[in-house]
């Protein structure tokens, strides 16, 4: 059976002639967009006439394109159904600078709608009829099934539901759950829990090559698991993190105490510093690569020029006369490639 999603703020052109310069845009960006996912089947639906559309349509999943102010409205009048909000084409383009981390936003929601349209489609009516009531919770139903998931013996439901609530969507519901559920977790663990806690929120540090495990530490009878920092190109902070060994049933106060031993955050000040970490790193890629785009741009014109001439400081063996080559060109490339792949494919797609 075929999954619908309705999507809410857009209504295809049937013809352009005649239509506003911004229209056509408009509709050329949404048409290129929703052909490069699998939604499923679409139908469109304007902000006067969705309840209409809803009704006849059924969705199991609806979109809402550039107006939060109904994602109440549109949640209250149809509940069994999935709810995404994300940017619009006049958002998309209103500033230059800012459209390309918009796009990137956006791709992630239909991404994440698309892996949801293909598990529905496999699993047929019952996976369907399980996310129709999942998406019908009220806030306080939808947080104790979250909250039964996590403190079950069931280590796969466990894991879909920790997935769940750290995906980064745009459902305000599932942000406020997971504030509250990091909060209430690490207040009610004992020492063996947040020890948990805390080496989950290193791994995320971990995953972005922010930090790295080392050998565990032992102070008289307690054990350290110890981590080491990085900046962001890889290279050493000479910083290193100390979280301590906990055990079932210890008094969450005496496992806090031990903490401030090495001045060890607290599980939710550790989990939003990891998430700041990666947005600071994400910035600082994207910042790099704006600098390496021109230069790449220029040794393609004339793969002879100097280092010198291209405004890039060299390291040994290589001097400021030598050209753009070898590591020094391939590191250049390889970080393009995979912080800013459109830009690396804009320059080096004829290669």
């Known amino acids: 059976m075929e999954v619908k999603t309705l999507i809410i703020g857009y209504i295809p052109l049937n013809?352009?002639?005649?239509?506003?310069?911004?229209?056509?845009?408009?509709?050329?960006?949404?048409?290129?967009l929703f052909g490069g996912f699998d939604l499923g089947e679409i139908h469109f639906a304007g902000f006067d006439d969705w309840k209409m559309k809803v009704d006849e349509v059924d969705p199991l999943f609806i979109v809402i394109l550039g107006n939060d102010y109904y994602g109440h409205e549109v949640k209250a009048y149809k509940k069994d159904a999935l709810l995404y909000t994300t940017f619009d084409a006049r958002q998309?383009?209103?500033?230059?600078?800012?459209?390309?981390?918009?796009?990137?936003?956006?791709?992630?929601?239909?991404?994440?709608?698309?892996?949801?349209?293909?598990?529905?489609?496999?699993?047929?009516e019952k996976e369907i009829e399980s996310l129709r009531k999942f998406a019908a919770l009220s806030f306080d139903d939808l947080y104790k099934v979250f909250v039964k998931a996590i403190i079950g013996d069931d280590e796969k439901l466990r894991k879909e539901a920790w997935d769940l609530l750290m995906t980064n969507n745009s459902n305000s519901d599932l942000l406020w759950m997971r504030m509250k559920l990091i909060c209430e977790t690490w207040e009610h663990a004992d020492g063996k829990g947040k020890e948990e806690f805390l080496c989950m929120a290193m791994e995320q540090e971990i995953e972005e090559g922010l930090a790295y495990k080392m050998e565990d530490f032992t102070e008289g009878e307690q054990v350290y698991h110890q981590y080491a920092f990085r900046y962001y190109d890889g290279s050493e902070t000479n910083y290193i993190r100390?979280?301590?060994?906990?055990?079932?049933?210890?008094?969450k106060y005496t496992y806090e105490a031990i903490l401030k031993q090495y001045d060890t955050p607290i599980g939710p000040r550790m989990l939003m510093e990891a998430g700041q970490m990666r947005s600071a790193k994400e910035e600082w890629a994207k910042e790099q690569c704006a600098k390496f785009v021109p230069i790449l741009k220029l040794w393609k014109e004339d793969p002879k020029k100097s280092m010198k001439e291209l405004g890039v400081k060299p390291w040994y063996p290589y001097t400021e006369d030598d050209p753009l080559e070898g590591r020094e060109l391939e590191g250049f490339k390889e970080f393009l490639k995979k912080h800013d792949p459109l830009a690396f494919a804009a320059i080096f797609i004829e290669e």
């Not at 100390?242 to 008094?251: A, E, H, L, T």
């Open 15 to 32: 013809d352009v002639n005649g239509q506003k310069p911004r229209k056509v845009r408009d509709d050329a960006f949404y048409r290129e």
């Open 92 to 124: 998309i383009f209103y500033r230059k600078a800012e459209a390309e981390d918009k796009k990137k936003k956006q791709h992630e929601v239909f991404a994440e709608l698309e892996l949801h349209v293909k598990k529905m489609r496999e699993g047929g």
């Open 242 to 251: 100390r979280v301590p060994y906990g055990f079932k049933g210890q008094d």
